[in-house]
């Protein structure tokens, strides 16, 4: 996968090196977890992923490096593959992170990607804190031909998500955009709004299919994680969008935030275009890093 050829050649050749070795030994083993640690997997994950293979290879009487590498695969992917309910519709989205992980980008190609498939969307320009964010998330509606719900900045965040949920109901549109504030300096004020939020959507659409994502940058690695910690103790988080996974050579995190949080990715940004939104598929992924 050319997507993530900058994980791959951090990964590839140092894995390579792990599985010339001629036996499965205690060199071997440390080997692997030093080729894992430095692709970003985090202690966790990579012990997790280390006992397992073990057991595994031991269970298959798998004794050479060369027979075992497909197995280590397997096992990768096992990791961080989640079965996930399919969409239905009505479809909302309440879309969270932090500021400067690329939050509004991603929520445009988002919108994108439902329109491709052929649905109807509006955006909720429900960040009424962050100067300009309207602004910004109006290019990316206007971009797709899109609706966007707005109000004047500073204004209440769930009466934007209210106004934006009865335009959706009056016009029959199938998918519902939620844009919320980055803010975590005083998350107080943040897990209030977000809980406003909450009860508008229960209220006003309780029959919807109803999913919370929060928005990560792949090149900020390991910081990710106390990002979706954050998050988490505010609102019960169900997805990841992950951003610039293309541009990083720090994709392990993936299977850091599966290991320590139980998280799936279910997006992952891939380029900077509007349509360069792309599902995540583990086995894809897993298979570009070799």
Same mark, same amino acid.
């Given at each position: ?23 499965l ?25 280390i ?10 009487? =798998? ?8 197995l ?7 990791? =961080? ?25 991603a ?10 498939q ?43 998500v ?38 508008v ?5 309780p ?60 997006f992952?940004?891939v ?20």
């Open positions: 996968m050319g997507f993530f050829s900058k994980i791959k050649e951090a990964f590839s050749k140092t894995i390579y090196t792990v599985f010339t070795a001629k036996e030994d205690d060199e071997f083993y440390e080997d692997l977890e030093y080729a894992l640690i430095s692709a970003d997997l985090g202690a966790e994950a990579t012990s997790q992923i006992e397992n293979f073990k057991e595994k290879c031991y269970e298959h009487k =798998i004794k050479k490096p060369e027979d075992a590498k497909e280590l695969k397997q096992i990768m992917v096992e990791s =961080i593959d989640y079965e996930i309910e399919p969409y239905s519709y009505p479809l909302i989205i309440l879309v969270a992170g932090v500021n400067g992980v690329g939050k509004t980008t929520i445009g190609k988002l919108a994108r990607y439902f329109k491709n052929g649905k109807s969307v509006v955006l909720a320009a429900a960040d009424t804190f962050r100067a300009a964010a309207a602004e910004q998330l109006q290019v990316w509606a206007d971009r797709s031909d899109l609706r966007l719900i707005k109000h004047e900045e500073g204004s209440d965040a769930a009466a934007v209210y106004d934006a949920l009865a335009s959706a109901k009056a016009k029959g549109t199938e998918v519902v955009l939620i844009d919320t504030a980055g803010r975590l300096q005083n998350k107080k004020n943040l897990m209030n709004e977000l809980a406003k939020i909450n009860r959507v229960e209220k006003e659409c029959e919807a299919d109803y999913r919370t994502y929060i928005v990560l940058d792949a090149t900020t690695g390991q910081n990710a994680i106390s990002q979706v910690e954050a998050f988490d103790e505010i609102i019960d988080m169900d997805g990841i969008i992950l951003n610039k996974l293309d541009g990083t050579a720090r994709g392990g995190v993936v299977f850091a935030i599966s290991a320590e949080r139980e998280l799936p990715v279910i992952c940004g380029g900077e275009g509007v349509d360069d939104l792309i599902p995540f598929n583990p086995k894809d992924f897993v298979d570009g890093l070799f």
